[in-house]
T-cell receptor, first 114, second 114 residues
Framework: GAGVSQSPRYKVAKRGQDVALRCDPI?????LFWYQQALGQGPEFLTY????????KSGLPSDRFFAERPEGSVSTLKIQRTQQEDSAVYLC????????????FGPGTRLLVL | DAKTTQPPSMDCAEGRAANLPCNHS???????VYWYRQIHSQGPQYIIH???NNETNEMASLIITEDRKSSTLILPHATLRDTAVYYC???????????????FGSGTQLTVLP
C-alpha cells in the first residue's frame, strides 16, 4: 500500500523566501508528526497533530515556522523568511492512532537555503 | 523518556550476525525499547520494540536484559542493504491520551562489509 509521501523532495530557496513543504500521510492515520534533521544528526521533533488539531508545537524553533492540517489528512509545514540555519531534511511521519505508536516516515524534503 | 547510549559506529561482515548494543540504565518500568533504522537519504524505518521479553520479527530480534538496563538488536544475517544508522529509543507506550513524538539520539552507523 501507499506509504507516507512528501513533496517536493528537494527545495532550494534564497534566504528570505517563504517555503511550503507538503506531507501526505498514510490514509486513515490519525496522528501526524513533523521532524527536522540536520546533517549528521538524528531527527528532532517539531510538531504533532491528532486529526486536524495541533496538540504539540513545542519543537518549532521560531515563529517563522507554521504547520497546519486543516482537514485532518494532508499537512503543510511553512517556513517564512528562510534563514541558512533552516537548511535540513524535514521528515513527516504518521501513525494509526494515539495507542498504536509505530510511526511510519516519509522520505523527507531536503531544504537548502542559500 | 530515558536516555540511551549507543556506539557511534560498527562494522559487520555480510552474512554474519550484526549485534547492536544499547544502554538505557535509567529506563522506567513503563518504558518500551524501540529500534528504528535510517538508510541513507530515506526516512527512519521501524524495526522492532519490546518491554521486557525478547522479541523477534521478520527483520530482527531484540534481546532485553533482565534488569532492562540494556538491550541488543540482532540482525541474524546482515546484508549490504542493512547498512544504515540504527536508533535505539526508549519511551512510554500505550499511554492514555495523545501519541507522543520519538526522541532520537545519534544512533549507530552500521556498515555491512562485502
Amino acid at each position: 500500500g501507499a506509504g507516507v509521501s512528501q513533496s517536493p523532495r528537494y527545495k532550494v530557496a534564497k534566504r528570505g523566501q517563504d517555503v511550503a513543504l507538503r506531507c501526505d500521510p498514510i490514509s486513515g492515520h490519525v496522528s501526524l508528526f513533523w521532524y527536522q534533521q540536520a546533517l549528521g544528526q538524528g531527527p528532532e521533533f517539531l510538531t504533532y497533530f491528532q486529526n486536524e488539531a495541533q496538540l504539540d508545537k513545542s519543537g518549532l524553533p521560531s515563529d517563522r515556522f507554521f504547520a497546519e492540517r486543516p482537514e485532518g489528512s494532508v499537512s503543510t509545514l511553512k517556513i517564512q523568511r528562510t534563514q541558512q540555519e533552516d537548511s535540513a531534511v524535514y521528515l513527516c511521519a504518521s501513525s494509526l492512532d494515539g495507542v498504536q505508536e509505530t510511526q511510519y516516515f516519509g522520505p523527507g524534503t531536503r531544504l537548502l537555503v542559500l | 523518556d530515558a536516555k540511551t547510549t549507543q556506539p557511534p559506529s560498527m562494522d559487520c561482515a555480510e552474512g554474519r550476525a550484526a549485534n547492536l548494543p544499547c544502554n538505557h540504565s535509567t529506563i522506567s518500568g513503563n518504558e518500551y525499547v524501540y529500534w528504528y533504522r535510517q538508510i541513507h537519504s530515506q526516512g527512519p524505518q521501524y524495526i522492532i520494540h519490546g518491554l521486557k521479553n525478547n522479541e523477534t520479527n521478520e527483520m530482527a530480534s531484540l534481546i532485553i536484559t533482565e534488569d532492562r538496563k540494556s538491550s541488543t538488536l540482532i540482525l541474524p544475517h546482515a546484508t549490504l542493504r542493512d547498512t544504515a544508522v540504527y536508533y535505539c529509543i526508549v519511551r512510554v507506550s500505550f499511554s492514555s491520551g495523545s501519541a507522543r513524538q520519538l526522541t532520537f539520539g545519534s544512533g549507530t552507523q552500521l556498515t555491512v562489509l562485502p
